[in-house]
C-alpha cells in the first residue's frame, strides 16, 4: 500500500487499485511493504497506477532516516535571516521535511 497526499487530501493506493493519475502536494508518501514501512518526505509531483505497479514522479524524496533535524533547523534559521521571495518554496519544503520526521521519527 502507497499512501500520499493531494490537494483534496490523504489517500491510499491498495493492491489491485483501478488505473489513476494523481497530483501530490508536498508531504509523506508512505510505502508499506510486508515486513516494514519506509516514509519519505516529498516536494510535488504526480502519482500513477497501472495493474500491480504504483509510480511516482515527484521533484525530491527525502527518506525519513537521513532528514537531520539539526540541518534542517539550520537552513531554515538561514533562510529566514535573509528573506528572499525566491525561497518561500523551499522554506515551505523544510517545515514539511521537519513536521514528517517530527511525527514519524
Known amino acids: 500500500m502507497v499512501v500520499a497526499r493531494s490537494p483534496r487530501g490523504e489517500f491510499a493506493i491498495m493492491d489491485g487499485h483501478a488505473p ?5 502536494d508536498p508531504g509523506a508518501i508512505r510505502v508499506h511493504g510486508e515486513s516494514d514501512t519506509r516514509v519519505f518526505a516529498a516536494r510535488r509531483g504526480t502519482l500513477r497506477t497501472t495493474g500491480d505497479r504504483v509510480s511516482l514522479l515527484v521533484e525530491s524524496a527525502l527518506p525519513l532516516e537521513e532528514i537531520d533535524l539539526a540541518e534542517v533547523g539550520a537552513r531554515l534559521t538561514e533562510l529566514e535571516q535573509s528573506p528572499d521571495e525566491r525561497d518561500v518554496d523551499e522554506r515551505a519544503y523544510l517545515a514539511v521535511v521537519r513536521a514528517i520526521k517530527e511525527q514519524y521519527g
Do not use: F, S
Open 20 to 24: 489513476m493519475l494523481a497530483v501530490l
